[in-house]
């Protein structure tokens, strides 16, 4: 079974600071995903990490995945207070064909609070 | 907005009830899938249909049920409600069934009472 990990599962930053959340999965996967959700509201797509050594940049967060390591990682540069929200990793397991279902397995959220 | 378009927002109802929540993906997407989020569960995949076909199911109940109609909108129905299948439901839709990336809709809040 297909499981996600994300830490820290509460963060709590000051605005101006850098900070990392961790997302480790547990079978083999090559497509993993981001998604930002505001209390109460839907899922936002942030990224989509492809391969092994995908890096991808918007604005103050980056991502990057490594697959040998099954281990994604969501960096955040000089927080501001409009990054406050719960961050979601979420995992596509790889069939033994290659191909997938496409069903989504997610890590448990890290729930970001910037302050003044 | 994703495209994606859900409803009812919000659903209030009895336990032993039975509900049906609808959903609309994007133009041109042929799949969907349903996820439950609750706080104790996070959020579950629950089964997921492309070009009106069940394609694959995961942690769905007995008493929950589904289908994609020819038009590709998806219904989700829940019967039997017990107050913990109180949650957020959502419906997400991507293209193709597998790999691709999945856009969300603005979700479904059921309460049971």
């Known amino acids: 079974e297909l499981k996600v990990e994300q830490n820290p599962l509460f963060l709590s930053m000051q605005e101006g600071k850098n900070y990392t959340i961790y997302c480790n999965y547990s079978?083999?996967?090559?497509?993993l995903y981001w998604y930002r959700q505001d209390p109460g509201k839907s899922l936002e797509s942030l990224f989509v990490?492809?391969?092994?050594?995908a890096v991808k940049q918007e604005g103050r967060l980056m991502a990057s995945l490594d697959t040998k390591a099954r281990l994604s990682t969501l960096h955040i540069t000089a927080a501001v207070h409009d990054l406050s929200a719960t961050y979601f990793c979420?995992?596509?397991?790889?069939?033994?064909?290659?191909?997938?279902?496409?069903?989504?397995?997610f890590g448990q959220g890290t729930i970001l609070t910037v302050h003044p | 907005d994703s495209g994606v378009t859900q409803t009812p927002k919000h659903l209030i109802t009895a336990t032993g009830q039975r509900v049906t929540l609808r959903c609309s993906p994007r133009?041109?997407?042929?799949?969907v899938y349903w996820y439950q989020q609750s706080l104790d569960q996070g959020l579950q995949f629950l089964i997921q249909?492309?070009?009106?076909?069940?394609?694959a199911k995961g942690n769905i109940l007995e008493r929950f049920s589904a289908q994609q109609f020819p038009d590709l909108h998806s219904e989700l129905n829940l019967s039997s409600l017990e107050l913990g299948d109180s949650a957020l439901y959502f419906c997400?839709?991507?293209?193709?069934?597998?790999?691709?990336?999945?856009?969300f809709g603005p979700g479904t809040r059921l309460t049971v009472l």
């Open positions: 133009s041109g997407d042929l799949s």
């Open positions: 079978t083999t996967s090559d497509r």
């Open positions: 997400a839709s991507s293209v193709l069934p597998s790999y691709n990336e999945q856009f």
């Open positions: 249909y492309y070009n009106g076909e069940e394609r």
């Open positions: 979420a995992v596509v397991r790889a069939n033994a064909g290659g191909t997938s279902y496409g069903k989504l397995t």
């Open positions: 990490l492809l391969s092994n050594g």
